[in-house]
């Protein structure tokens, strides 16, 4: 069902835990879904010095959070903010059609956490 | 490496014995059992004795048995063949919230497309149907009602004798889906009190593609499948020679080892379900705990999807099966858990683990160590799991 690449990911999947430091945190999906999704990330001069997430969900969930916080870690805010499901899905080689909105769910909580940054970042600095 | 089989719910291997009773039927006795010629009545005959013995291993009479293309065939059959022949007497059939899918799409079919109402009673935590609620669903549009004997997800096991009394006492016709109990725990139809029953051969070490429905002399649901004049009449199609024929080997052979291989799968479970319920913590023993198929075991792990446990599973060999939506495509869990009324949640975290006569206690440990292991490193990149954490150490 899943290619080789995915079950890699799955099995050793990048950048997994809580992060005490964070100062971003995205969360998105519920459990009633059978995914939810949280990511981590400390932001520096607008640099994702670090990222990591928290998975509830199936294989494709968990390899897909994986590729996704490789993906913007070291990027700027900006170009997180660009990242697009599609390109985690062709980080991982492809997903099967019923597992395509686990790539739409790491899109969503990148974006959540960015968000949670530049919301905090305006309410510290009016 | 290692492989271990904990699907037998899913199906099962065929039988050694059985295949080598089979396979005179692919080649040599090749013939049609509707020819006249003798190539043909040595298939004739094997159906006919096939026949014979399945009746007399589930207390019915030979002319009872229909053989079908399996559990599904048997199931559409008695649900749409009843009711169509029925219509006239009422539009009204009622069954259980956690039928096999089989069922429940019949039953849907029925409803769209000849107006039929459905009732679907409820059932208990354990997944029991409650008889005061057949009764209290009965109307005098009642035409039908089917409850499975045994659940595939949960195991458990339905009162099936008293409910259909309810359904006799108003002249209503009864039908069991028997497909995951024929086989592993007694079944007799007359016992049962039942007038239609279906059940597949490949749930009892048979084959695949090969199964029957029980009619009880006098009852008449119309054809589904029309063509020759094969199984009496009632149901087309060139009759399956070496299936039927693996079918009454493998029912033969599992009805006279039952209580054998009952005590042993059962040994097996427990010890399973005893583990698991003392080394993993927040693991929801699904079903009852007494009323159960001796071979089912199915737990809610909290916290964790199933969909990712069963894959992890299947990386370390161990083959089970998941009531998670994303296991099986759809959205929803597990009807059969939402109907139990665990939460949804909890639904989508679990794994349903069916036992066979050829497993052994090391594998049974060798699966709860992996288990263990599986589960907590899930459960660590869990962010529900981190919620609760801080009142639970080393889990």
Not at chain 2, 160 to 179: C, M, N, Q, R, W
Request: charged residues 25%; contains cysteine; glycine residues 8%.
């Amino acid at each position: 069902m899943y290619n080789e690449r995915v079950m890699k990911e799955f099995q050793n999947p990048q950048n997994v835990g809580e992060m005490a430091d964070a100062n971003a945190v995205g969360t998105v999906g519920n459990a009633s879904c059978g995914d939810i999704m949280k990511i981590y990330m400390k932001i520096e001069n607008n640099i994702i010095e670090d990222v990591s997430f928290q998975t509830f969900g199936c294989a494709a969930a968990i390899a897909t959070s994986s590729v996704a916080t490789s993906l913007i870690k070291g990027k700027t805010v900006e170009e997180a903010l660009k990242i697009t499901n599609a390109q985690v899905v062709d980080e991982l080689g492809g997903l099967p059609a019923q597992k395509l909105h686990c790539s739409v769910l790491a899109e969503e909580a990148i974006k959540a956490a960015v968000n949670d940054y530049l919301t905090r970042y305006v309410a510290e600095n009016k | 490496m290692k492989r271990i089989y904990l699907d037998h719910s899913a199906t099962t291997p065929v039988d050694e014995e059985v295949l080598q009773k089979m396979l005179p039927y692919f080649t040599g006795k090749f013939g049609n059992a509707n020819s006249m010629h003798g190539f043909g009545q040595e298939g004739a005959y094997a159906v006919d004795e096939s026949r014979r013995k399945i009746a007399s291993l589930i207390g019915a009479k030979p002319n009872e048995i229909y053989f079908t293309s399996g559990g599904t065939e048997a199931d559409n059959w008695a649900i749409k063949g009843m009711a169509l022949k029925m219509r006239e007497k009422g539009n009204h059939v009622i069954t259980s919230s956690i039928e096999h899918a089989a069922i429940m799409s019949s039953c849907a079919q029925i409803a769209k497309e000849y107006g039929f109402e459905i009732t679907y009673l409820p059932v208990d935590g354990n997944g029991l149907v409650r008889p005061e609620d057949l009764r209290a669903a009965i109307t005098d549009k009642t035409v039908l009602v089917s409850i499975m004997l045994a659940n595939n997800e949960i195991g458990t096991i339905q009162p099936i004798k008293e409910l259909a009394e309810i359904a006799h006492e108003k002249g209503i016709y009864f039908h069991t889906d028997a497909v995951q109990a024929v086989g592993s725990i007694p079944v007799s139809v007359t016992d049962l009190g039942v007038d239609l029953m279906s059940f597949s051969a490949h749930k009892f070490y048979g084959p695949k593609g090969v199964g029957v429905l029980y009619i009880h002399g006098g009852v008449k649901p119309t054809k589904l499948m029309t063509g020759g004049h094969q199984e009496r009449t009632m149901r087309g199609g060139t009759t399956n020679v070496p299936g039927v024929v693996g079918m009454a080997a493998a029912l033969e052979k599992a009805v006279n080892n039952l209580d054998e291989n009952y005590v042993y799968i059962k040994k097996l479970r427990d010890k399973f379900v005893e583990r698991v319920i003392n080394e993993i913590p927040y693991a929801i023993y699904n079903g009852d705990k007494e009323k159960r198929l001796p071979q089912n075991a199915n737990f809610a792990f909290e916290f964790i999807e199933g969909e990712s446990i069963l894959m992890s599973l299947d990386l370390a060999g161990i083959a089970c099966s998941s009531g998670s939506a994303c296991s099986s495509g759809s959205l929803e869990p597990s009807h059969v858990l939402l109907a139990t009324g665990l939460p949804i949640e909890k639904a989508h975290g679990s794994i349903r683990f069916s036992f066979g006569r050829d497993n052994t206690e090391e594998e049974v440990d060798y699966v709860v160590d992996k288990l263990k292991e599986i589960v907590c490193k899930l459960r660590a990149m869990s962010p529900l799991f981190c919620e609760i954490k801080g009142e639970t150490k080393n889990v």
